[in-house]
């Protein structure tokens, strides 16, 4: 989609934007691996993790977007908030997710990241 126009399909060769939405809100819930997505009021969905106790590497493990609002930049806005908040902590990621392997591919800035 293009960012600029919602609805319209992006340009080819062209990256979408991260975030195209207003109004969105994340909830950490390490009792239960997740972050969870909110669009106002509305919850939009999952990422699931697990944590290594011992080198705290943070395995990104599935993308959940309930369907009703799939296709609408939802899941690379959560993958974008989830790792820009594991960046700020200093964490490194195992993508386990294709979503999240898929999104490493489409934004490199996030590949120093990715556990060796």
Known sequence: MNADH?????????????????GLRMEHDPDRGRYALWH???????LGYSTD???GIVTLQHTIID??????GYARAL???VLDELRAQGRTVIPECTYVQDYLDRYPEYQDMVAG
């Open 53 to 55: 106790p011992g080198s």
């Open 6 to 22: 919602p609805g319209q399909p992006a340009v080819p060769g062209q990256r979408p934007e991260k975030i195209v939405h207003e």
């Open 79 to 81: 993958v974008t908030m």
């Open 67 to 72: 369907e009703a609002h799939g296709r609408r």
């Open 40 to 46: 106002r009021d509305v919850f939009i969905g999952i």
